[in-house]
Every structure is written in structure tokens, then in C-alpha cells.
């Protein structure tokens, strides 16, 4: 096996499970010490320069983070990353933040950039564009910026001020904002004086069931998920009928039936074609759900709206269960049962949606697939047409707020290369810097002792209380005291394990202490999957990179697995010739501009 | 500062037949310097107790004084332990396995507790072939007392203080055969692959089983001018081939290579299959201590198995001891009465 080549970044940057998956990779370690160390400005302004939106994600992220956190493949569950990056946004001080932030720059670079939908896309392209002097025109055809995380995150999850007070760090830097303003023609845009356009506009429609029987007569009575909440949202509806079926199993299902409870639905049910551990819908979602007295019935397909004398009275629903074929495909089989019917006063449909650009004309040289979405480079969201960018739900369809943001910087260099009149392709490299964390011979600077804390639970508003107003937030946050304990939580994953074969004396100090067993020296091996076999604890989770080094002065290698270390350091700490040291691995994505000073 | 050990685990460590993983053997966390040769001994017990499936709570260790002496804390945390007075080890460890023959007695030693002020005990343990495996962590210098040059520094060999050792050195493995040991054997920390099969060999032997473990002192000894420093070791290393060690209730499975040159059966019907040139004897005490010598005048370091006798009679066999720990005796059994007492009087006159 090759030596492990530890300048390439990448190596170590996967090693930080947390940040690795995070679509826009956030330091996460970085912040949670900030965090433990009471430091909560500086924790913030981490998140906010990598993520934009620290309170808004706090609260809402999909949190790709959690799933991969190595403290969950040692303990029974992850830290609590994204409740503590809420910390860092609740505790922070906004006088002093604000004193950080970048400002808008005085002189203009005489460059326009259109940006078309104002949800965290653009604004993410606007922040990162705003400091090098671009003169940024937002479009939107709401009163306010935000996007689908104002229409469509109710605000007992996100409260509006939360999601003002973010926007506004980015209006503030001088976008010129278009409100209450549809934009018809990219045509139009294009013909105007605007040097770049960016589309991010998401995907605007919600999935109908037109087609169902009973559908066209039970109009009144039936609502697509995302235009009901962005009612709601906008206090166009503030009530819903006493029986309410919300049809669907995504993150969009959950906030309809919970938002349903809030304006008068007593009897409000989620019923859903796929069995209930296959739903979309994150698992904690899915619980706060339930713990509102909300049933989810799954392995139902609807069938029939049934209405009477013009009234919707209820649904017909078709048992299935899910079949999986030899390829894991699953196909949903009817049970032969007789069909069950739900009494009901009004339905919500939240099954999905979709991207729509009804706006952008098909001669205007942005080319679509056969899907309806936009040919892009995956890299740098650079349309057929050059000067055209798109970012978010509007570029490969649905996702999340997290990898709207992710796309946002990556677009945002795009346009700055382009109109600085250099190669889309010359992306930078990210910033990365590797530091000893030796204090003493049993000190490190880093906090390198291990907690054996279950994660803390986030305490919630008492159920009567937030049922009867749907602004009243339901997840109250950590406490300072409760979220140290949390922080400590974490095992520091980008404090890295750096080896340096040449001062080993193969002496096994490492190996012996090491409590999960991921430190071998074993003879070589041609392949991984070989190297694999021979190590002290099974090696089998494939995800994990191997590090090598070596070889050594017998001739064997060093072998370790990443897997479940635990970043303890005491391999460093038993190693007579600091062979092993515990060096810290900052990775920045580098954005447009440097943003504010850390 | 932390000398403090997390908790966690790899979530699939193999267990043994008991159900424990090699973490049920552990001990307290190591004060020893960091890279000390003693350390990874303490991991080869772990290591060959946990593969044969031992009860942590029928084994008893025993040490005397020393550096060496300190490690039984830092391998099985479960089991009993005693430190005697220094170089005292071997008398204790007599009573104790006179008082209970259950137990698996492992000894643990140094150079300076076992070669100097342990000599005396050392010698009249191995005469009386107790059934007890005793390791000597052997680094050649006194690590506890700043690195003294100890009995079994080689001439000429020079710790960090630089002043050449002019003594000649005591050859623990050579002496151990001359007083009739029943097993010998040596090896060298760095070298877990020989050493744990070696342990678990000495473990299963019954009566006296030796190993002499060359063990690096990293903060005293480990000089480009020492012979007992990694280094040193690594290039001098000569062996009498590989081997392992089959437990007794263990199907021979295709796990052990093929290909050994020769089988020893041991007391207990365990096996030990030796991979070394054939004409090597192990069974032949005059020409383990040829070799050992022939390697010394050649500048090389004999390891492996050197000698192994596994049919000699220990020293319960020779005292014909009760077969019951003593503890489980009861008075009944203890004073048997006048009557009795009268029968002996009367089989002497």
C-alpha cells in the first residue's frame, strides 16, 4: 500500500465525519469548543461565515451532520450538532456580532448581478458577492426575503424575528431588493444591463393527486401542502375544519398536520403510501409529530376522495405492504384487505415537489433536460448560457436549506471568476491549516478527555401552550449549563492523529493503549481489502479511510483505521519519540470573499 | 493533563469463549514512561490470558520490586495480585500456590529483582519446579533508581550516562537451564507475534516456565551504544523459529499455518507446533546452552523456545500435596484427631 499522502486535504477533511457531510462544511468541532468555552460570538461568526444562517439551521437544518458523527458508531447517539449551533446563535451578542460582520462595500466594482428568488441561494450568492463591491438587485415576489424558510418553516419551529434578524445581516450590506415583484421573462433580465443573472427560485410546486377520483369535486375542501403554509405563514388562512388527513411522509407533511393543530384541528392525521421507517421525514420531526398527538398511518395509498352532497366527507385509502425485490427495490403490494375509509373535513397534500420555469423562455440558450431542470456544470452552476447561474432547490431539484447555501458559495466564486474575466474552472483551493496541539506531556490544547454523557434532550414548551398559538416555538434550546454538557460531547474529530514514520521505533506503546483497537503495525499488503483482514478489530466499515505509514525499520507499516477513534490522544501522549502528535486540521471552503475577521 | 482512559470501546471486539473481549482483561491505566518495553508485555498477558479464555479471577500475579514489578497493575484488573518485598516474588508465590493449586500463577520480575537481589530466590524456585509461569522483563539497567547499570548489561554496553558497563552479564536464560528449568524461553518486547504464543506455552506448561523478555528502557537504556535498545535488539535478533500454541479444548483449524517441524504435546494435552530447523532440539538441554552461547560469541540474541520439558514432575507432584486449596479444607480434614495422630506415631516406631 501506498503511504498516506497527508497534504492531500481531503484526507483528513474526511476524517472530520460532521464537516465531511455538512453539504457546505462547516467546521463543526471548531464551533462546539467555541461553544464549550462559552465563546458564542466567535462560534457564530464560523457558522455564519460557512453557513449563512446559524439561528435559521439551528433550528431547521436536515442536519447531515448527525447521521455521520463518529460518536454515534462508539455511543448510542450522536452530538447534538445542530442544537448547539442554535446555542451559538442564542447566546451570541448582537452588538459585537454586528461590529464583525463584513460591511458593504463603498465603492461599487461597477458590476450588476440579478439575482432572481430571495431564499437562501441568493442571499447566500448576494453575502458572498456584497464585500467585492457588486451591485446586487434581489428579486422576489413576496413582501420579504427568505424564501421557502419563511413560507414554508412555521414559525413554532422558526420564529419570524429569528429569520428577520439573518436576512437582514445581508440586506444590510447594500442589495438592492425588488419585493412583491414577479419576474416574468429571463428574456427581459437579459436584455437589461446586468452582467450575471442567478436563479433561485426553488421549487415553487407542490405535487397534486388530480387524478384521483373525487379529486376535482373535494377542490374547496383540499390544499397543496407548501401554498397552505405559505398562507398560513403570510396570515392569509388562520383556520382549518375540526378533521384533518394530511397526505404525505416528508419533512413538508410534518409542519402541515402540526400547523393544522394549531388553527383548530382536533382530529388531524398523516397517512402515507410508504411503511413508516421508510418516510422521508427526518425521525425527530416524525416524533415531535406524534408527541402532538398526531397518528401516522403508513402502508396506505390513497384512492378516493369521497364527497357528498358537494361536501368532502373523507378518503378511501388501499392497504399495502412494501415488497422488496432482489435488488433492494421496493414495490408497494395491496394486501387484498377492503379499503379503509377516513371521515375527514379537509385534506392537505403534501407529497412532494416539483421545479418549475415557466418564466424562462427555452430560446434564451439555457438548455433543460428532460426532467425540466437546467443543464449545469456540477461544479460551478454555470448554465448553457454564461452568464445565467442557478443555485438551491432550482438547480438539481428539492433538497434542503443547508445545500441551497452550499450552492450559493460555490455560484457565487463562479460569478466573481466570470466577470473578473477568468476560467469558471480555477476554483480555489480550500484554506486548511494543520497545528500541534502539545502543551506538556499530558497536555494538549485541546480538551482530549472523553465524556460518557447520552445526549441531552432539547427541552420543549409545555404541549397546551404551543397548541394554542402557532408562534409560540416549541423547542426552547439549550440552556448554557445543559449545551457545555452537550459540547463535551464531542470527540474533537479535526484534531487530527499526524504520523511521521521516520521517528517510530516500533516499540507498540500506541497500539496497547489505544481503547478502540485502531492502531496496527502489520507486514504490507498489496490491496486495502487484504490490509483490511489483518488488522486487530474488524476493519469493515468501507466509509472510512485507512491511514498508512511506512514503511518502517522491520518493514512492516502502520496501519490505522479512522473508524472509531476516538481523538483521545493518548497514542501521542505513549509515543517516547512523538511519532504520533495530535495536530489540529482547520478546513475552510473558501468563498467569494473573505467575509469577517475570526 | 490527563491520564485518564475513555471508556468507549470498538463496538466489535471478538470475544473469547467466556464471552470477553481482550478490554475484560485490562488493568489500571500504565505510570510507566511512555514507549517503556514493559508496557507491551503487559498487552502480550492481556493478549495470550484473553486467547486462552482464562477466568480474570483464577489467576493470580505475583512481583516483586521495580519498574518491571509495578506493570501487574496495568494487565488484568480482575484478577488477584501480589507485590512482595524486593526479590521475594518466588517465596510468595510458593505459599500461594501451595495454598491453592486452582489458580494460574504469573510472576512478573525484573532484572535488577530477579538477577540481583532475587538471585538467591530465583535459584531455589527453579530447583523446586513450581508450577508457575516467571517473566523477566529484562532492560539491563535500573530504571526506578535513574538507570544503573544492572546484572544483565552486557560488557561493554553503555546506558544514557555513557560510561561502559566492565562487568561481565548474567545470562538469566542460561543459569534457569543450568538449575533445571523445565521451560525456557526468550523473547523481546517488540516482538508480540513470538512472545504472546510463548506466554500462552508457559501458561499451559506444568511446573517451572521461564521467559526472559528483553524489554528496552526508552528513558535510560535505549542509547546507540546499549544492547538492549530497540534498535540493538532488532538488528541482532536471531531465532529459533516460530511457533504456536494450540489450546487443548481448540479444534485444530486451518488458522495455524502449516508446515511446523515438530509437535509437543504438553501436560495438560495442549500443543505446541514449533516452525524451526530440524536439527534444533528442544528437548536437549546441553545443546540449548551451546546455542545460546554460539549466538552470544557471534554478537546475535537468541530467541524462541530454547528448552521444554513437559513431562517433569512439580513441586506438588514431588510433596504430594493435597489436591483441595487449602482454604476449602475443613477442620474435620485439618485435625483429624487423636486417632489419627495415633496411626502415624505407630507407622514410625
Excluded at chain 1, 486548511?432 to 465524556?451: R, T
Excluded at chain 2, 510472576?107 to 509461569?133: C, E, K, P, W, Y
Excluded at chain 2, 544514557?160 to 528449568?181: E, F, Q, R, S, T
Excluded at chain 2, 530440524?278 to 530467541?303: M, N, S, Y
Aim: with cysteine.
Amino acid at each position: 500500500m501506498k503511504p498516506t499522502d497527508i497534504r492531500d486535504p481531503e484526507f483528513f477533511h474526511r476524517v472530520i465525519d460532521c464537516q465531511y457531510a455538512c453539504p457546505a462544511h462547516t467546521p463543526v468541532p471548531e464551533y462546539i469548543r467555541l461553544i464549550a468555552q462559552g465563546r458564542y460570538d466567535e462560534a457564530y461568526l464560523i457558522n455564519w461565515e460557512s453557513n449563512v444562517f446559524p439561528g435559521v439551521l439551528g433550528r431547521t437544518c436536515d442536519r447531515p451532520c448527525e447521521p455521520a458523527c463518529r460518536r454515534g458508531r462508539v455511543d448510542e447517539e450522536p452530538v447534538a450538532i445542530c442544537r448547539l449551533k442554535r446555542v451559538a446563535a442564542d447566546y451570541r451578542n448582537e452588538e459585537r456580532i454586528r461590529a464583525r460582520l463584513p460591511k458593504a462595500h463603498r465603492r461599487k466594482n461597477g458590476k450588476k448581478v440579478a439575482l432572481v428568488g430571495a431564499g437562501p441561494a441568493s442571499l447566500t450568492v448576494a453575502r458572498d458577492l456584497a464585500p467585492l463591491g457588486y451591485e446586487l438587485h434581489l428579486f422576489d415576489d413576496q413582501a420579504k426575503a427568505g424564501g421557502f424558510m419563511r413560507s414554508q418553516i412555521p414559525a413554532f419551529r422558526l420564529p419570524e424575528e429569528v429569520l428577520d434578524t439573518e436576512v437582514g445581516y445581508i440586506l444590510e450590506l447594500g442589495v438592492v431588493t425588488h419585493f412583491k415583484r414577479y419576474v416574468e421573462s429571463l428574456r427581459e433580465l437579459l436584455e437589461a444591463d446586468y452582467d450575471a443573472i442567478f436563479v433561485g427560485t426553488g421549487a415553487p410546486r407542490g405535487r397534486d393527486l388530480k387524478n384521483l377520483p373525487g379529486r376535482k369535486e373535494a377542490d374547496p375542501y383540499v390544499h397543496i401542502g407548501i401554498e397552505w403554509l405559505a398562507s398560513v405563514a403570510f396570515g392569509h388562512v388562520e383556520s382549518i375544519a375540526k378533521r384533518v388527513i394530511v397526505l404525505g411522509g416528508g419533512n413538508t407533511a410534518m409542519d402541515c398536520c402540526r400547523t393544522a393543530r394549531r388553527l383548530g384541528g382536533e382530529d388531524v392525521k398523516v397517512i402515507v403510501r410508504s411503511p413508516f421507517a421508510e418516510m422521508k421525514a427526518s425521525p425527530w420531526e416524525k416524533e415531535d409529530a406524534m408527541n402532538e398527538g398526531i397518528p401516522i398511518i403508513d402502508n396506505h395509498v390513497p384512492k378516493e376522495f369521497v364527497v357528498e352532497n358537494g361536501r368532502l366527507v373523507g378518503m378511501r385509502f388501499e392497504k399495502v405492504r412494501a415488497v422488496y425485490d432482489d435488488e433492494g427495490r421496493r414495490s408497494l403490494v395491496p394486501t387484498g384487505e377492503p379499503p379503509a375509509f377516513y371521515p375527514c373535513d379537509e385534506v392537505i397534500i403534501a407529497i412532494g415537489q416539483e421545479n418549475a420555469f415557466p418564466w424562462i423562455e427555452r430560446d434564451v440558450g439555457v438548455v433543460f433536460d428532460k426532467w425540466g431542470l437546467p443543464v449545469l456544470d456540477k461544479e460551478t452552476f454555470q448554465s448553457t448560457n454564461p452568464k445565467v447561474f442557478f443555485g438551491g432547490d432550482a438547480a438539481f431539484g428539492p433538497a434542503n436549506i443547508i445545500t441551497a447555501v452550499a450552492h450559493g458559495h460555490q455560484a457565487a466564486i463562479s460569478i466573481h471568476l466570470f466577470l473578473s474575466g477568468r476560467s469558471v474552472h480555477d476554483r480555489p483551493p480550500p484554506q486548511v491549516n494543520l497545528v500541534s496541539q502539545k502543551m506538556g506531556i499530558h497536555e494538549w490544547s485541546y480538551d482530549n478527555e472523553v465524556d460518557d454523557d447520552d445526549r441531552y434532550r432539547v427541552p420543549h414548551a409545555d404541549l397546551e401552550v404551543a397548541l394554542r398559538d402557532r408562534r409560540v416555538e416549541v423547542e426552547l434550546g439549550f440552556d448554557p449549563a445543559t449545551a457545555y454538557r452537550e459540547a463535551e460531547r464531542c470527540l474533537n474529530c479535526d484534531v487530527q492523529t499526524v504520523f511521521t514514520a521516520e521517528r517510530c521505533i516500533e516499540c507498540d506503546a500506541c497500539v496497547d493503549i489505544c481503547p478502540t483497537d485502531c492502531i496496527n503495525f502489520v507486514e504490507d499488503e498489496e490491496d486495502e481489502a487484504a490490509l483490511r483482514k489483518k488488522l486487530r478489530a474488524p476493519a469493515d466499515n468501507l466509509d472510512q479511510p485507512l491511514y498508512v505509514g511506512g514503511p518502517l525499520k522491520t518493514g512492516r507499516i502502520m496501519v490505522k483505521d479512522e473508524n472509531v477513534c476516538l481523538h483521545c490522544g493518548l497514542c501521542a501522549e505513549r509515543c517516547p519519540t512523538a511519532a504520533w502528535d495530535m495536530q489540529k486540521f482547520l478546513y475552510n471552503v473558501t468563498k467569494a470573499a473573505p467575509l469577517c475577521s475570526l | 493533563m490527563t491520564y485518564i482512559r475513555p471508556n468507549f470501546r470498538h463496538p466489535a471486539l471478538p470475544r473469547n469463549e467466556l464471552g470477553y473481549t481482550r478490554r475484560d482483561y485490562e488493568g489500571a491505566l500504565s505510570t510507566l514512561c511512555a514507549g517503556c518495553g514493559h508496557d507491551s508485555v503487559s498487552g502480550a498477558i492481556i493478549q495470550a490470558c484473553f486467547e486462552l479464555a482464562i477466568p480474570p479471577h483464577r489467576v493470580g500475579k505475583l512481583s516483586g520490586i521495580g519498574c518491571s514489578s509495578k506493570t501487574p497493575t496495568y494487565f488484568l484488573g480482575r484478577s488477584h495480585g501480589f507485590n512482595t518485598v524486593h526479590g521475594r516474588m518466588p517465596s510468595v508465590a510458593t505459599g500461594a500456590a501451595l495454598a491453592n493449586r486452582e489458580l494460574v500463577y504469573i510472576g512478573v520480575s525484573g532484572d535488577g529483582d530477579t538477577a540481583s537481589i532475587g538471585l538467591g530466590q530465583f535459584a531455589h524456585v527453579i530447583r523446586r519446579n513450581l508450577d508457575m509461569l516467571y517473566i523477566v522483563e529484562n532492560n539491563g539497567c535500573y530504571g526506578l533508581t535513574k538507570g544503573q547499570d544492572s546484572a544483565t548489561a552486557d560488557v561493554g554496553s553503555a546506558s544514557k550516562k555513557g560510561v561502559p558497563n566492565p562487568y561481565p552479564p548474567i545470562d538469566l536464560c542460561a543459569m534457569a537451564l543450568d538449575l533445571g528449568a523445565t521451560f525456557v524461553a526468550r523473547s523481546f518486547s517488540g516482538d508480540k507475534r513470538q512472545l504472546v504464543p510463548l506466554i500462552k506455552a508457559g501458561i499451559a506448561h506444568r511446573g517451572f516456565a521461564f521467559i526472559d523478555v528483553i524489554s528496552p528502557c526508552v528513558t535510560f537504556n535505549n542509547t546507540p551504544q546499549s544492547t538492549k535498545s530497540y534498535d540493538y535488539v532488532r538488528e541482532h535478533l536471531a531465532s529459533t523459529g516460530t511457533l504456536d500454541f494450540v489450546p487443548v479444548r481448540q479444534e485444530i483449524t486451518a488458522d495455524y499455518e502449516a508446515g511446523y517441524t515438530e509437535e509437543v504435546t504438553l501436560h495438560d494435552g495442549s500443543v505446541i507446533h514449533l516452525y524451526k530447523e530440524p536439527d534444533l532440539d528442544v528437548h536437549d538441554r546441553h545443546a540449548a546452552l551451546r546455542a545460546i552461547r554460539e549466538h552470544k560469541e557471534a554478537g546475535r540474541i537468541l530467541t524462541g523456545l530454547l528448552y521444554v520439558d513437559p513431562d517433569s514432575a512439580d513441586l506438588h507432584e514431588v510433596l504430594q500435596t493435597v489436591k483441595t486449596p487449602l482454604r476449602d479444607l475443613t477442620a474435620k480434614e485439618l485435625c483429624p484427631g487423636s486417632r489419627a495422630l495415633d496411626a502415624i506415631n505407630a507407622s514410625k516406631r
